[in-house]
T-cell receptor
Framework: LAKTTQPISMDSYEGQEVNITCSHN???????ITWYQQFPSQGPRFIIQ???TKVTNEVASLFIPADRKSSTLSLPRVSLSDTAVYYC????????????FGGGTRVLVKP | GAVVSQHPSWVICKSGTSVKIECRSL??????MFWYRQFPKQSLMLMAT?????????EQGVEKDKFLINHASLTLSTLTVTSAHPEDSSFYIC???????????????????FGPGTRLTVL
């Protein structure tokens, strides 16, 4: 299973854009990159998933360079309610679809 | 779509008793379910993977006789913590992957959708 490395924490202010970069140097050819958000005492919530280039949905964008050894989750115009832990995971069928959670990035949005 | 529920949301039990936690996929067929455990201020730790109709595959260090997993249908998996002790107190979370009968959920077959978690406190 590919290991991921993320910053432990990040602070931001309401209305700003938050970018969280994740390193996954050992990503396998068939692995996808998935980001989850977790609030205290809740299960992780799926945010976005991608394989290469750029993916955008209604809540976030995911940027993946050509070598796929890293990815950046971009949260536009964050609000206080975006304060949470964000996890970057890589995995795919080759690993039995198992995901290994790293430490995640604790994002604190300040007023 | 892709909603996963867990029951109960929290449970308190006495040491030595057994506790069953249910995980249900509400709007899709969960071919594979995963069980995680999360201690305070820590990340999720995968305990086991279960495929419908098969025995669960446990991660290294997880006692299969203590954490009994049953995945008897495509919408239900259960985790039973047998003879629970205070050190088993934790937040237990399930996730599921599968299909909604029309197409594979997510953009890959490994998209996991998580339940809300169950807080277990053993006195």
């Amino acid at each position: 299973l590919a290991k991921t490395t993320q910053p432990i924490s990040m602070d931001s202010y309401e209305g700003q854009e938050v970018n969280i970069t994740c390193s996954h140097n050992n990503i396998a050819t068939n692995d996808y990159i998935t980001w989850y958000q977790q609030f205290p005492s809740q299960g992780p919530r799926f945010i976005i998933q991608g394989y290469k280039t750029k993916v955008t949905n209604e809540v976030a964008s995911l940027f993946i360079p050509a070598d796929r050894k890293s990815s950046t989750l971009s949260l536009p115009r964050v609000s206080l309610s975006d304060t949470a832990v964000y996890y970057c995971l890589v995995g795919g069928e080759a690993a039995g679809n198992k995901l290994t959670f790293g430490g995640g990035t604790r994002v604190l949005v300040k007023p | 779509g892709a909603v996963v529920s867990q029951h109960p949301s929290w449970v308190i039990c006495k040491s030595g008793t057994s506790v069953k936690i249910e995980c249900r996929s509400l709007d899709f067929q969960a071919t594979t379910m995963f069980w995680y455990r999360q201690f305070p201020k820590q990340s999720l730790m995968l305990m086991a993977t279960s495929n419908e109709g098969s025995k669960a595959t446990y991660e290294q260090g997880v006692e299969k006789d203590k954490f009994l997993i049953n995945h008897a249908s495509l919408t239900l998996s259960t985790l039973t913590v047998t003879s629970a002790h205070p050190e088993d107190s934790s937040f237990y979370i399930c996730s599921a992957t599968g299909t909604d009968g029309r197409e594979t959920l997510g953009s890959s077959t490994d998209t996991q959708y998580f339940g809300p978690g169950t807080r277990l406190t053993v006195l």
